[in-house]
C-alpha cells in the first residue's frame, strides 16, 4: 500500500458526549512526545482546551476551522454538541506504537504498571474508556494548578524504552517520504523523469467499526506496515505493548 502523502495518518473521530466532573463533555487529556496533530473540524461545535509552558488556552471549533498543535501540549476536546473532526497526525503509525500519554495523577504517572492498568481498555470499553477519561481530567485539572514540568519527566519514564521502535516508524515513514522527495527532484535535476512513469492512485476504505480512542468514537484508517528491524546501532527492538491507546 502506498503510504499517505508525507507519511501522516488519518482517522475520523466524533467526541465523546459524556459530561465530566466539571460539568463539561468531552474527551481524555493526554500529550505527545514527537508528534503534531491537526484537527479539521467537519460538524458540530465545541474547543479545544490545551495546556503548555506557557498556560492554558481554550480554542473554538466550528466547522471549517483547521487548528494543530506541537508535541508537549496537552490537550482535552470539549464537544458543545455534535463535534466532528478529521484528525491528522504526523508519523504515521507512531501514534498508536504508544506516542501519547494521559495525564493520570501523579501517583500513577510514577507508578508503570498502575499507568497501564489505568490505560488499558478492558471488560466493556465504553465505561473503561470513561472511566479512563474520568481519572486524566483529574489530573489535567491538577496540572493546571501546577506541575507540568514534573509531568514531563514522568511521560519521558513511562516512554523511553519505546524510543528506537519510534525512530524505526519515523525513519521507515516520513524520513523516508522527505527523501524520496529529494531524489525526484535530484532526479529532475539530471532529466531522469523515470518517476513520473509510476504515477498511480490509492483508497482506503474507513474503517466500519468505530474504535474507542482517547477523545472519542474513531475511525482510524489503516497505515502501511513497517519493518520491524531495530536501526543501526541498536541491541534489538524494545518490547512494545499494545493498550489500546489510540490516538486523539
Not at 52 to 73: E, N, Q
Not at 91 to 106: I, K
Not at 153 to 162: D, G, I, M, N, Y
Request: glycine share 12%.
Amino acid at each position: 500500500m502506498t503510504p499517505l502523502p508525507g507519511g501522516v495518518g488519518i482517522s475520523g473521530l466524533t467526541v465523546y458526549d459524556w459530561e465530566a466532573a466539571d460539568g463539561l463533555c468531552g474527551g481524555t487529556p493526554h500529550m505527545h512526545l514527537v508528534c503534531s496533530e491537526a484537527y479539521v473540524v467537519i460538524g458540530g461545535e465545541g474547543s479545544v482546551h490545551t495546556l503548555t509552558t506557557s498556560g492554558f488556552a481554550d480554542t473554538r471549533l466550528c466547522p471549517g476551522d483547521v487548528v494543530w498543535f506541537t508535541p508537549g501540549t496537552i490537550h482535552r476536546l470539549v464537544n458543545a454538541g455534535g463535534l466532528r473532526l478529521v484528525v491528522l497526525m504526523q508519523n504515521s503509525g507512531l501514534p498508536e506504537a504508544g506516542d501519547a500519554v494521559f495525564t493520570f495523577p501523579a501517583p500513577v504517572l510514577a507508578d508503570p504498571d498502575a499507568y497501564q492498568a489505568a490505560a488499558v481498555l478492558t471488560g466493556d470499553h465504553a465505561a473503561a474508556a470513561r472511566r479512563r477519561r474520568d481519572l486524566a481530567l483529574e489530573g489535567f485539572l491538577a496540572l493546571r494548578e501546577g506541575g507540568l514540568r514534573e509531568f514531563h519527566t514522568a511521560a519521558h519514564r513511562l516512554k523511553s524504552e519505546l524510543l528506537d521502535a519510534w525512530r524505526i516508524r519515523w525513519r521507515d515513514g516520513a524520513l523516508e517520504a522527505a527523501l524520496m522527495t529529494g531524489r525526484q527532484l535530484e532526479a529532475l535535476k539530471t532529466g531522469d523523469l523515470s518517476h513520473l512513469d509510476h504515477g498511480g492512485v490509492s483508497r482506503l476504505e474507513r474503517p466500519e467499526d468505530p474504535l474507542f480512542g482517547m477523545c472519542g468514537l474513531l475511525h482510524p484508517y489503516p497505515v502501511t506496515a513497517l519493518p520491524t528491524r531495530p536501526p543501526r546501532g541498536a541491541s534489538g527492538s524494545p518490547h512494545l505493548r499494545s493498550p489500546k491507546e489510540l490516538s486523539s
